[in-house]
């Protein structure tokens, strides 16, 4: 994108962003429920830089970064709701570090899990080798901190 258009793009307001990027969004060939969580993730938790990623980058609609914004939300819902539970679960367990460690791990896992369900989706991209390197790179920080658990 030139700088005349990100400064156009500036001079939005976060509303109208929002309304943009939920157009982006309805327009999008996902899936109904991926939609909501985008929508909700906009609404509720994304900032304006985020925003304005999902909706335009050097001109064009921003695919990728909605199936991986997508991919995200669902990992990081799996990972709160296994990791949410945890502190009540290890509340009277002997070793409380061991057990916290064991359900970050293993929420961890399932938020790596759950990104690689949604890596398959970068084929329906412009650029699937970008998407895909995306992915992988998120991946590995994702299994990085898993051994990082472990260890602790």
Same mark, same amino acid.
Request: aromatic share 6%.
């Given at each position: 994108?030139?700088?005349?258009?990100?400064?156009?793009?500036?001079?939005? =307001?976060?509303?109208?962003?929002?309304?943009?990027?939920?157009?982006?969004? *309805?327009?999008?060939?996902?899936?109904?429920?991926?939609?909501? =969580?985008?929508?909700?993730?906009?609404?509720?938790?994304?900032?304006?830089?985020?925003?304005?990623?999902?909706?335009?980058?050097?001109?064009?609609?921003?695919?990728?970064?909605?199936?991986?914004?997508?991919?995200?939300?669902?990992?990081?819902? /799996?990972? *709160?709701?296994? *990791? /949410?539970?945890?502190?009540? /679960?290890?509340?009277?367990?002997?070793?409380?570090?061991?057990?916290?460690?064991? *359900?970050?791990?293993?929420?961890?896992?399932?938020?790596?899990?759950?990104?690689?369900?949604?890596?398959?989706?970068?084929?329906?991209?412009?650029?699937?080798?970008?998407?895909?390197?995306?992915?992988?790179?998120?991946?590995?920080?994702?299994?990085?901190?898993?051994?990082?658990?472990?260890?602790?």
């Amino acid at each position: 994108m030139d700088k005349n258009n990100q400064g156009n793009l500036d001079r939005l =307001s976060t509303k109208n962003l929002k309304t943009i990027a939920a157009f982006c969004i *309805y327009e999008s060939n996902l899936e109904v429920h991926e939609k909501l =969580s985008l929508l909700n993730f906009i609404e509720h938790a994304a900032n304006r830089k985020q925003i304005t990623n999902l909706v335009i980058i050097e001109g064009n609609l921003l695919i990728t970064s909605i199936i991986i914004a997508s991919a995200l939300a669902a990992g990081n819902k /799996a990972y *709160y709701k296994i *990791y /949410a539970g945890s502190t009540q /679960a290890c509340r009277e367990e002997e070793n409380k570090k061991d057990c916290l460690k064991q *359900y970050k791990v293993k929420a961890l896992s399932e938020k790596r899990n759950e990104l690689r369900k949604h890596i398959g989706r970068c084929s329906q991209t412009v650029n699937p080798e970008q998407c895909n390197k995306t992915f992988s790179n998120t991946i590995k920080k994702i299994e990085q901190q898993i051994i990082n658990a472990r260890v602790m």
